[in-house]
Antibody, heavy 120, light 107 residues
Framework: EVQLVESGGGLVQPGGSLRLSCAAS????????MNWVRQAPGKGLEWVSYISSSGSTIYYADSVKGRFTISRDNAKNSLYLQMNSLRAEDTAVYYC?????????????WGQGTLVTVSS | VIWMTQSPSLLSASTGDRVTISCRMSQGISSYLAWYQQKPGKAPELLIY???TLQSGVPSRFSGSGSGTDFTLTISCLQSEDFATYYC?????????FGQGTKVEIK
C-alpha cells in the first residue's frame, strides 16, 4: 500500500523557516517523481514544487521561488521542503504527492498533509 | 503559465442527477488533464487521468472527456458520497495548475 506521511508543520513567525518532511513507503521511492502541493484554509489547491526521481530536475511555483527548496533522500525514502522567509500567505496544508511512473505522469497519490501556520 | 477556468464554482444537485463540470485551458494541453475529488479535511483523490481514463477503483459513473483546451467531468448518477469538491489539473507543463474547484452540494 502506498503511504506518504508528512511531518514538520507548525506555527512559525513571519520571516521564519520550517522544514517539511515526507516519509514514503509501499513503493520504490527512488523511481518516482514527487511534488509538494498546498491548500490555504478554505481555498483551492496550489502546486508548489516538483523534483525528478534522481533529484536532477526541479521546478517551483513563482510564489515560492527563491524561498523554498525541494530535495529528496532516496536512501531514506524521504522528500523534503525547506521553507525560508515565510509569509502569512504561505499558511496552508502542505501535501506530499507522488507522480505516476507508467508514462502518464499525473499525480496519483497524496499524503494527508501537514499544516503550516505563519503568524506573529 | 497555462491558465485554467473551471465552472461552475458551485453546483447544487440531488442524488440521482447527472452533473457536468467544465475545465477550459488558456492553451492546448493535448490530454494531459486529471480530475480529483476532495472531501472536507481529506487529501484529494485521483478520479481520472489522461482526460478520460478512469483511475483503478473509481466507480464507472464518473467519466471524463475532451482534449486540447476544453474538458468535462461527468457524474452520471450522483450518489450521496459524491458530494465533494472537484478539481481539474493540467500536467502538460510546469508550473502545473489547478482549476478553482467545483463544490457539489446537496440541493
Amino acid at each position: 500500500e502506498v503511504q506518504l506521511v508528512e511531518s514538520g508543520g507548525g506555527l512559525v513567525q513571519p520571516g521564519g523557516s520550517l522544514r517539511l518532511s515526507c516519509a514514503a513507503s509501499g513503493f520504490t521511492f527512488s523511481s518516482y517523481e514527487m511534488n509538494w502541493v498546498r491548500q490555504a484554509p478554505g481555498k483551492g489547491l496550489e502546486w508548489v514544487s516538483y523534483i525528478s526521481s534522481s533529484g536532477s530536475t526541479i521546478y517551483y511555483a513563482d510564489s515560492v521561488k527563491g524561498r523554498f527548496t525541494i530535495s529528496r533522500d532516496n536512501a531514506k525514502n524521504s522528500l523534503y521542503l525547506q521553507m525560508n522567509s515565510l509569509r502569512a500567505e504561505d499558511t496552508a496544508v502542505y501535501y506530499c504527492a507522488r507522480d505516476d511512473s507508467s508514462g502518464y505522469q499525473m499525480t496519483d497519490y497524496w499524503g494527508q498533509g501537514t499544516l503550516v501556520t505563519v503568524s506573529s | 503559465v497555462i491558465w485554467m477556468t473551471q465552472s461552475p464554482s458551485l453546483l447544487s444537485a440531488s442524488t440521482g442527477d447527472r452533473v457536468t463540470i467544465s475545465c477550459r485551458m488558456s492553451q492546448g494541453i493535448s490530454s494531459y488533464l486529471a480530475w480529483y475529488q476532495q472531501k472536507p479535511g481529506k487529501a484529494p483523490e485521483l478520479l481520472i487521468y489522461a482526460a478520460s481514463t478512469l483511475q483503478s477503483g473509481v466507480p464507472s459513473r464518473f467519466s471524463g472527456s475532451g482534449s486540447g483546451t476544453d474538458f468535462t467531468l461527468t457524474i452520471s448518477c450522483l450518489q450521496s458520497e459524491d458530494f465533494a469538491t472537484y478539481y481539474c489539473q493540467q500536467y502538460y507543463s510546469f508550473p502545473r495548475t489547478f482549476g478553482q474547484g467545483t463544490k457539489v452540494e446537496i440541493k
